[in-house]
């Protein structure tokens, strides 16, 4: 009779393993998000480090006001991107041409993508579930 193996605590088991991957898989979907997109001592364009003087330091006259944390290089090329799209730019840099205008179009596409499933209602349900599951403090 020590041999019988009980269905429900088998059953309870393997339930209880299923609900711990699962949690597992919520909470490595929100770090990666995290973790990819809202480090703020980084280049949002090119991922290179940001010091906290950059964070501090006023842009260029001609910068403008913008929600993305850019190194001074990416800000510049950001800036020059806003220029050409208005119709603006400066015509010594040859290289801004059309595929780089393409570049920079689809990356604030991405970060508007990125935003706009963030502000999702699942991704919300997500995070939701994720604080209740949290003990208490």
């Not at 699962?22 to 001592?41: D, E, H, M, N, Y």
């Not at 964070?55 to 850019?70: A, G, L, P, T």
């Not at 349900?125 to 949290?134: F, T």
């Amino acid at each position: 009779m020590t041999n019988i193996i009980s269905l429900d605590s088998k059953l309870k088991l393997s339930r209880d393993k299923k609900a711990k991957l699962i949690k597992k898989r919520k909470l490595l979907a929100v770090q990666k998000v995290f973790q990819c997109t809202q480090c703020s001592f980084k280049c949002e364009k090119c991922g290179s480090q940001i010091s906290l003087a950059h964070h501090i330091k006023e842009n260029d006259s001609r910068s403008i006001k913008v929600s993305y944390r850019f190194c001074e290089s990416c800000m510049e090329e950001f800036n020059d991107y806003i220029e050409k799209i208005k119709g603006k730019g400066d015509s010594d840099s040859y290289w801004h041409n059309d595929a780089w205008t393409d570049v920079w179009k689809t990356w604030v596409d991405y970060q508007n993508a990125i935003d706009r499933y963030l502000k999702s209602k699942e991704f919300t349900q997500l995070l939701q579930e994720l604080r209740q599951n949290e003990p208490n403090k």
